[in-house]
Each structure stands twice: as structure tokens, then as C-alpha cells.
């Protein structure tokens, strides 16, 4: 268990400032142009391959960083660089927490080093969760899954919306139905290989933010997967269901999903992404404001723009130590008994808007222009309220912690 602490490490730092001179030198200034283009930045994923920061290595040297910070740190610095071109880079992860989260140590060794390959040979991963009807209300989920036991396969059919690398990526995992009646605790998650036929593209979403990074629908028509892609195992789900049906009827503790275990993990990165791009819109604004001349001074030194800097930088801070409180947990094995994880995510989510916001309104009419980044940070900041479990159901999940 690593010991708590405020502090980076040497290491740390050095990781943190090469991770800081890639974003500055390499996304921001590409940001605009693939913001614009609404495409995949194949080019920046290639090169930060080739740094090693697109790299399973990479990911796995933070995950297991013994402090909990490795990840949040990458996450901010790299959303501080730029929010769309920095999710094209890290989406794959969250498909690879939900194998690290529900898979064996076989399935893990298989899969998680084929979605990202390798300098030469970019791949990504799409994690398959959110359907049209059935976003945050997991219960809801259509997708389903049935094992024809004679071929031990399991055969997929249903739509996936709002995936991150949807229909592009080389492995897909889709979590789906495997027992109706147990609601959201009858789901399973499935590897679904490269090419495997049935598995097709929907539609790519057009967005106001985050337009660098690929958010597609997938579509699954009787989709046939190995026994050996359903992550953990057959043993381990038929176990898993057994427990929720007799919890069921005796009215006992709850079943976490397979969904909900992955976005449990990756919560307080997203909040660590949200600080990252609250921090770049707080720096740009406090540039602005301290060499922006009106009625012959800097417009910092009037008290309107000042107090309000003043609350943007303590908001930052406030949602980072909540950030690095929930990721130090985490590793440390400490439950989240008061749903810390979603206080992360759901404070650094609302600091970013509001921050974004307030940053528009120092820059004045140039900050709602193209010319400057602010209105592109504002539009990027949006998402996080909403992905991986919107701010309404952050609060749901805290609200139930705190009443048992």
C-alpha cells in the first residue's frame, strides 16, 4: 500500500513533464485542425506510439504506480494538451480496464496487448456499454447474449451507442444481457476479436466537443464469439448468477455489473481528465488577464476578473486532492464507502464547465472566437458531465452511499 502524500516523486515529475512537453509541443498545436476535421488524429496516436506514451507498458507502469497518482497525473497533462485529440489517445483504456476489471489473467495476457499494437501497427479498443434506450439506466440494456452450448460460443445480437473507437477498433468489448430477469445484474462482457463477422459501424456521431475522437454506434448481428471471450469465464458468470438469483429472493446486498465495475475504476480518471482541461482554460485566461490592457491596466488588477481567477484556481485544486483522495483509495484497497470515486468525478465535471465558462467571460468577444482556445475547451468540457455516467447519477450514487 503506498503511502498517502501530496507530493510527486522524482519520478513522477519527469514523467509528468514529458507527458507536459508532448502535449504542448505535439497536440496543442494539431488541436484546432483535428477539432475541425472531426477525425480520428491517426498521426499523434502514431507518434505518441513511438514515445512509448500510446503504449500498453505506458499505462500499466501508471495503473501500478503504489501512490494511485500515475494515471490521474497522465490524464490531466495530456487533457491539459487537448481534450479530443488526448481521448483518441486514452479511450483505449477504458476497454482495457474492463478486461483488467472482469477478465482472467489469460484473457488479459490475449487481448489487452492486441488493442494497442505497436509503433509500426497502430491499433485501438472501443468499450461497448450505452445503448439508444439504455444509457445511464443500465437495467435497460437489450443487447443480448446467448450460449449455443454444441460450438461453446456465444452469439451477440443488439445496437451499441456513444462508443469511443465504435467500428473502428481492432477489439470491441460489449457488455450485453445474459439473463433478463436479473436485470442489470444477468450482464456479462465479451471480447469480440478483430473481423469477426456480424460486428459493424452504425452511426458516427457529429459532436460539440471532444470532435477528435471517434463516438460511433455498433452494431452486433448474430455476432459469434469463442466460450473463451466471455471475460472471467463460464464457471465464474454461472457462479456470479447463482448469487444474484438467490440474493434476489432473500432481498440481499447487491451485485455489482460488469459495466459498473469498469466505470467504478475509471471515475476518478475521468475527473482527472475534466482538472486537466479546467486547468489549460484557467492558464489561457490568466495570460489574458494579465496582459490584456483596458483603461490603462492589465484587467487582472480589477477586483471583477481577479475574484473570479481567484475561485477558478481554487476549484482546480479542490477537484484535483478530490481526484488524487478517490485514485490513492483505489490502489490502497480502501472501499468507496461515501461513493468518493463519484465525488471525484462529479466535482472536477462541474468545475470544468463552470471554469470554461468563466474563461469565455475574461477573454470576452475574443474568447467566444475561434482565434483563441477557450470556446473549443468550453465545448470539450461538456462531456463530462455526461460520459461515463452523467453528473445526475454521480449524485444518485452518492446520495444512496450516504442513506446506508
Not at 100 to 123: F, S
Request: glycine share 10%.
Amino acid at each position: 500500500m503506498g503511502e498517502f502524500t501530496l507530493e510527486l516523486n522524482e519520478d513522477q515529475k519527469q514523467v509528468r513533464d514529458w507527458l507536459h512537453g508532448f502535449a504542448a509541443d505535439v497536440m496543442r498545436p494539431a488541436a484546432a485542425e483535428w477539432d475541425e476535421r472531426e477525425e480520428t488524429p491517426w498521426p499523434i496516436i502514431q507518434e505518441a506510439a513511438k514515445l512509448g506514451i500510446y503504449s500498453l507498458d505506458f499505462y500499466a507502469q501508471q495503473f501500478f504506480d503504489p501512490t494511485g497518482l500515475g494515471i490521474p497525473m497522465a490524464m490531466e497533462e495530456l487533457f491539459w494538451g487537448d481534450a479530443g485529440i488526448a481521448l483518441s489517445i486514452v479511450g483505449t483504456g477504458l476497454a482495457a480496464v474492463g478486461v483488467l476489471a472482469n477478465g482472467t489473467e489469460e484473457q488479459i495476457g490475449t487481448w489487452v496487448p492486441q488493442m494497442y499494437g505497436d509503433a509500426n501497427d497502430v491499433k485501438v479498443a472501443a468499450f461497448c456499454s450505452s445503448e439508444p434506450d439504455a444509457g445511464s439506466d443500465v437495467a435497460s440494456m437489450r443487447t443480448r447474449a446467448v450460449y449455443d452450448e454444441a460450438k461453446d460460443e456465444w452469439v451477440l445480437n443488439g445496437t451499441k451507442t456513444w462508443a469511443t473507437n465504435g467500428g473502428i477498433a481492432d477489439v470491441h468489448v460489449v457488455v450485453a444481457v445474459v439473463d433478463p430477469e436479473l436485470g442489470s445484474k444477468g450482464h456479462a462482457s465479451f471480447i469480440v476479436p478483430p473481423r469477426t463477422p456480424g460486428l459493424s459501424q452504425g452511426q458516427k456521431f457529429q459532436k460539440h466537443g471532444i470532435r477528435a475522437s471517434h463516438t460511433a454506434e455498433v452494431v452486433l448481428e448474430d455476432v459469434r464469439v469463442p466460450g473463451s471471450c466471455l471475460l472471467g469465464g463460464k464457471d465464474k458468470l454461472d457462479e456470479r448468477l447463482a448469487r444474484a438469483r438467490e440474493k434476489a429472493k432473500s432481498g440481499g446486498e447487491r451485485v455489482k455489473n460488469a459495466a459498473m465495475a469498469t466505470f467504478e475504476a475509471s471515475r476518478p480518471a475521468v475527473g482527472a481528465m475534466a482538472v486537466g482541461t479546467a486547468r489549460a482554460a484557467y492558464e489561457v485566461a490568466l495570460d489574458y488577464a494579465r496582459t490584456r490592457v483596458q483603461f490603462g491596466r492589465p484587467i487582472i488588477e480589477n477586483q471583477g476578473v481577479a475574484f473570479q481567477l481567484a475561485d477558478m484556481a481554487t476549484q482546480i485544486d479542490a477537484a484535483r486532492l478530490l481526484v488524487w483522495r478517490a485514485s490513492w483509495m483505489a490502489t490502497a484497497g480502501k472501499p468507496f464507502t461515501n461513493a468518493e470515486g463519484s465525488m471525484s468525478k462529479l466535482y472536477a465535471s462541474e468545475v470544468a464547465k463552470s471554469v470554461t465558462a468563466q474563461a469565455i467571460q475574461i477573454l470576452g468577444g475574443n474568447g467566444y472566437t475561434r482565434e483563441y482556445p477557450v470556446e473549443r475547451m468550453h465545448r470539450d468540457a461538456a462531456i463530462y458531465t455526461i460520459f461515463e455516467g452523467t453528473s445526475e447519477i454521480q449524485r444518485m450514487v452518492i446520495s444512496r452511499a450516504l442513506a446506508t
